[in-house]
């Protein structure tokens, strides 16, 4: 083992978050949950029963009022969380016009790849690397646009929605926004977007499996009338006959649910409405974010993946390792940093799966969603410090 040369090892910190889930996904229950909030869900009994499809309708209009979704945009809940309801949306919407995609993370470029190679459809994918947003000036509003809100493996996000002012026209193209990583930690301008979709693990730390797909008036006339002639499986299928399926997009269920999983979506909202709705969600997301970007600005080894101030997400915070003599090493090294930084945290019991994605800048990433809190945020700082130093001296590595 070689000494570390520019890191100061020291004794670990005496206080540890009291809540050390830092997850991008799922992510960290809201403060006080316990698996008591289960209790009231009507197990065994049938999906069509009043009292379970009285909870689903309970969901969708607490979901539509939180969000300030409009009166007249559809809200429903599709099988295969936020993955199901996008591809719910690509296969019965798109190609009744050129479709363009912005790909600047992972699932941006996995929407790109359906529409190119699976739906096989007239697409232009504009791309940019991680850290960074493609050229927006090229957006095309006569084009069906795709793209996600928040790059949840990137740590990128759209600053605001001035590129969408051009899809504002009634012959304009479709605006598909994949929502997940941003639905109740920002505000969306719903009079903008007409497809928005998320799932319940991501922002309000629900139970996985059900997504929520949002569809305006225009998306339902599209529905309505448009026929891609493309064979649909049961289970993303929004139309019935020539039309959009009535039953479903009022909230029916496709298949059955798990009624564990709404009581759980049903507690979050609950407790999203007590702090205050979606003002109270965001300002809660801002300040976990806010103590994890005044950290990074000081810290001389690590900064934001996003390259532009504005474009940093508040919820997936992703970060990459800038000290010169880290940079130099290759890939597989810093990985293999970045997996131990997160390990030696685990084994501490202060935070879990805060590496960063696997195609992304090796480093780390931290939730700061509206379910964290922002004291834990400021609890983890310097154990991302001792850490980072142990695992460089562990690893035999010299930092500048």
Not at 22 to 32: D, L, V, W
Request: glycine residues 8%; proline residues 6%; negative net charge.
């Amino acid at each position: 083992m070689t000494e570390n040369e520019g890191l100061t090892m020291s004794a670990k910190p005496a206080t540890i978050p009291e809540r050390p889930w830092f997850s991008s996904g799922p992510t960290a229950k809201r403060p006080g949950w316990t698996p008591e909030a289960l209790s009231g869900a009507p197990v065994g009994r049938s999906n069509r029963s009043k009292v379970t499809v009285g909870r689903i309708r309970q969901a969708l209009d607490m979901t539509r009022e939180i969000l300030r979704i409009p009166a007249d945009y559809q809200v429903f809940m599709v099988p295969g969380s936020d993955t199901g309801a996008f591809e719910a949306a690509m296969w019965n919407l798109l190609g009744a016009r050129k479709v363009q995609l912005l790909a600047f993370e992972n699932f941006g470029q996995l929407w790109a790849d359906d529409a190119t190679k699976h739906l096989k459809l007239d697409a232009e994918v504009l791309s940019a690397p991680y850290g960074e947003l493609p050229d927006l000036t090229r957006i095309d509003p006569q084009a069906d646009l795709v793209f996600p809100w928040n790059g949840t493996t990137s740590g990128v996000r759209v600053p605001n929605s001035d590129f969408l002012n051009g899809h504002a026209a009634a012959d304009s193209g479709l605006v598909l926004c994949d929502a997940t990583s941003a639905a109740f930690c920002m505000d969306l301008p719903w009079d903008k977007l007409d497809v928005a979709t998320f799932s319940f693990q991501k922002a309000l730390g629900g139970e996985a499996g059900i997504g929520v797909l949002i569809l305006s008036p225009k998306a339902v006339e599209r529905l309505n009338s448009f026929d891609s002639g493309r064979a649909i499986p049961k289970v993303l299928r929004l139309k019935k006959g020539n039309a959009a399926d009535a039953a479903i997009l009022g909230g029916d269920a496709i298949n059955t649910f798990s009624f564990l999983v709404i009581e759980d979506y049903l507690d979050a909202l609950r407790w999203a409405q007590r702090e205050g709705g979606l003002d109270g969600l965001i300002q809660r997301c801002n300040e976990a974010a806010g103590a994890l970007f005044d950290w990074v600005e000081k810290t001389p080894w690590i900064d934001f993946v996003a390259v532009d101030k504005a474009t940093r997400s508040t919820t997936s915070v992703c970060l990459k390792f800038v000290d010169p003599a880290i940079q130099a090493l290759p890939a597989e090294a810093q990985a293999k940093l970045a997996a131990r930084v997160g390990s030696l945290l685990e084994l501490e019991g202060v935070a879990f799966d805060i590496t960063g994605y696997r195609a992304a800048p090796p480093g780390l990433r931290v939730w700061c969603g509206c379910t964290v809190e922002a004291e834990d945020v400021e609890a983890l700082l310097p154990w991302l410090e001792w850490a980072y130093a142990a695992a460089v001296a562990e690893l035999g590595l010299v930092a500048a």
